[in-house]
């Protein structure tokens, strides 16, 4: 079973950064697809950038802006988040795909490990 702990969420004026971590555990030998979700208030969940050996795809609202990396040796996978705006306000959720090898942006599905999420403030 493949564990998901992220952190670096917190409240941010508009324009600010945060740099948001997900540290996976449990037992793998096996490289995931891993993606960064968020659900924003009153909304659906929806994807925001996967990483699938080393290409990153990103949301249309993030683009530019938010950048997904990794880090294998320690087994961690970033979100970085630059010139944030009040609507980048959510849950951000870490996700992997450990057993279809999709990993679609689009489908939820896809994913079957989860993070609880860290939260993501932007005040304007």
């Known amino acids: 079973q493949v ?5 670096g ?12 971590t997900c540290v996976v555990s ?7 697809i891993m993606g960064w979700f968020r659900q924003r208030p009153g909304k659906a969940r929806e994807g925001v950038a996967r990483l699938d050996k080393g290409v990153a ?6 683009k530019g802006r938010f950048s997904i990396s ?8 970033y979100l970085q988040m630059d010139s944030l705006q009040p609507e980048d306000t959510a849950m951000y959720y870490c996700a992997a795909d450990t057993m279809y090898g ?18 993501v403030n932007v005040s304007s």
């Open 57 to 62: 795809t990103y949301a249309d609202s993030v």
């Open 26 to 32: 449990g037992y793998s030998a096996e490289r995931f």
């Open 102 to 119: 999709l990993g679609r942006l689009q489908d939820e599905d896809d994913f079957d490990a989860w993070g609880r999420g860290t939260q």
């Open 3 to 7: 564990y998901l702990v992220e952190s």
């Open 9 to 20: 969420g917190g409240s941010v004026e508009a324009g600010g950064s945060l740099r948001l």
């Open 70 to 77: 990794e880090d294998e040796a320690k087994r961690t996978v």
